[in-house]
């Protein structure tokens, strides 16, 4: 890369390699080029107006990527499913949502590309709940010009990982409801969990197959929670009686019903004691009486995932622990907070699980 004067005729399609001040007397002073500008037939009548007959330009070398081109291949190697790119603006270009869904971020892949010299891609966390047009992602390159290798090796972490950004939109089905309780069962109260589970569904454009009422009796229960599925419910609640009490029987009710507990007890607040479970490929989800007396709990980190197509597991719960404490907030401001935040996939072998499960 080199500096050299050009007449402003000739410089079209070249790199200003310093700012162009526009000075009007006693109206305005401002840069209507600025460094880094690959001057355009248009911009040439401007900068003969300015005074500018000769400029400085950047003469690339063959190795010599400029900053925009560079932001561009950046934004179309990093966009995935259910994302678009616009740019660049300033060197920058952005990642916007393309579809509601839940963002999936490739955290080792990320990590790759951030220790690249000279690129940056700053993205929101992994795993939450975007809308269509929410902003996901910035990425540029930091000098004006970029080696040739850098941004080709970035575009190879991209193909290799197979995605580095995604949004995977939510999947529409028929979810099943069991409430436990004889004092629900019974009428003795009303039924408080039934409106809160239907709410947290609706909001994802999925529905509620049925609500199935239960005393505590273990057998009844686990009977309900197989009719469900067999009836075509594609994720099940079971709410209540997780807890220690001699009358909480639900957990031993899930696994009556044949379910494969994956983690009872969650790193969580609120949600400790919450389970998930699995009858088969069907979720089964123990929700303790958190999940009626707080507007977000587990529960809201959980379903997006399952209604995204993913089978949580285990080690997915007990990496909520990082992030997991709910900060209680007077007035509370979810999902623009910590809550949940902390998840991700850090270490190489959750990585390739991430990358199998994409596959599978």
């Known amino acids: 890369m080199r500096i050299q004067t050009i007449k402003a005729e000739d410089a079209v399609g070249k790199v200003l390699s310093h700012d162009i001040t526009k000075v009007v007397k006693g109206e305005s002073k401002g840069v209507p080029f600025k460094k880094g500008h690959i001057v355009k037939a248009e911009d040439v009548s401007e900068l003969l107006k300015i005074g500018k007959e000769n400029i400085y330009i950047l003469d690339l070398d063959p190795n010599d ?56 891609l700053s993205t929101l966390p992994n795993n939450m709940v975007v809308h269509k047009g ?89 009977t309900k929670i197989k009719k469900m599925a067999e009836d075509g419910a594609s994720i099940i609640f079971v709410t209540g009686g997780m807890s220690v009490d001699p009358d909480d029987v639900t957990p031993n009710a899930i696994r009556l019903s044949g379910a494969k507990v994956e983690k009872y007890g969650a790193p969580a607040l609120p949600g400790a004691m919450f389970m998930l ?51 209680a907030c007077p007035k509370c401001t979810y999902p623009n907070c910590t809550f949940g935040k902390g998840t991700s996939y850090s270490s190489k072998d959750s990585y390739y699980a991430c990358i199998k499960a994409d596959h599978n």
């Open 134 to 222: 929410e902003l996901l992602a910035g990425t540029k390159v930091i000098p004006l010009v970029v080696n040739e290798q850098t941004i080709c090796t970035a575009e190879t972490i991209c193909r290799q990982a197979g995605w580095v950004i995604k949004v995977i939109p939510f999947q529409k089905v028929q979810v099943g409801v069991v409430i436990t309780g004889s004092e629900v069962y019974k009428k003795r109260i009303r039924d408080e969990f039934g409106p809160v589970m239907t709410e947290k569904v609706h909001s994802f454009g999925s529905n509620i197959l049925r609500i199935d009422y239960a005393p505590d009796d273990t057998e009844l229960i686990a």
């Open 277 to 327: 479970a699995y009858l088969e490929d069907i979720p089964i989800m123990g929700v303790p009486a958190c999940g009626m007396f707080f507007n977000i709990t587990i529960i809201d980190l959980i379903l997006p995932r399952l209604l995204a197509g993913e089978r949580v597991t285990r080690k997915d719960i007990v990496a909520l622990a990082h992030g997991g404490l709910c900060r």
């Open 65 to 120: 990527v400029h900053e925009d081109e560079a932001g561009v291949r950046l934004g179309t190697a990093l966009a995935g499913t259910g994302t678009t790119w616009t740019g660049p603006k300033e060197s920058r270009v952005d990642l916007y949502a393309d579809c509601d869904g839940l963002l999936k971020i490739n955290v080792h892949a990320l990590e790759e590309i951030n220790d690249l010299p000279d690129v940056i």
